[in-house]
C-alpha cells in the first residue's frame, strides 16, 4: 500500500521560514507529478507548488518567489522551503502524488495519494 508522510509543519513568525518534507513508502512503479497543497477553513484546497519527473515547476502567484518546490527520486520525496512566510500563509499543508503501481497482475496508473496534512501557522 502506497502511503505519503508529511513531516515539518509548525508555528513561525511573520517572516521566518519552514521546510516541509513528504516521503512516499510502499510498493510502486512510478513517482510521476508531485504537489503541495494547502487549505483553511472553509475554503477549497489550493495548489500551491508542483513539479513533474524532469523538475519542472509551477506555484501559486500568492507564494511565487517565496517558496520552493524541489524532488529527490533516488529517495521518493518532495519538499517545500516556505520564506518569507506571512500570516496567510497559515493552513494544513497537504503532499499530493500521483503514483503508478502494480497491484498483482494490474497496472493503475497515475493514482492520486494524499498525506495526512501539516499544520503551518504563521503568528506573532
Known amino acids: 500500500q502506497v502511503q505519503l508522510v508529511e513531516s515539518g509543519g509548525g508555528l513561525v513568525q511573520p517572516g521566518g521560514s519552514l521546510r516541509l518534507s513528504c516521503v512516499a513508502s510502499g510498493s510502486f512503479s512510478a513517482i510521476n507529478d508531485m504537489n503541495w497543497y494547502r487549505q483553511t477553513p472553509g475554503k477549497q484546497r489550493e495548489l500551491v507548488a508542483s513539479?513533474?519527473?524532469?523538475?519542472?515547476?509551477n506555484y501559486a502567484d500568492s507564494v511565487k518567489g517565496r517558496f520552493t518546490i524541489s524532488r529527490d527520486n533516488a529517495k521518493n520525496t518532495v519538499s517545500l522551503q516556505m520564506n518569507s512566510l506571512k500570516p496567510e500563509d497559515t493552513a494544513v499543508y497537504y503532499c499530493?502524488?500521483?503514483?503508478?503501481?502494480?497491484?498483482?497482475?494490474?497496472?493503475?496508473?497515475?493514482?492520486?495519494?494524499w498525506g495526512q496534512g501539516t499544520q503551518v501557522t504563521v503568528s506573532s
Open positions: 499530493h502524488a500521483k503514483i503508478s503501481s502494480f497491484s498483482g497482475a494490474i497496472y493503475r496508473g497515475n493514482v492520486n495519494h
Open positions: 513539479i513533474t519527473t524532469d523538475d519542472s515547476t
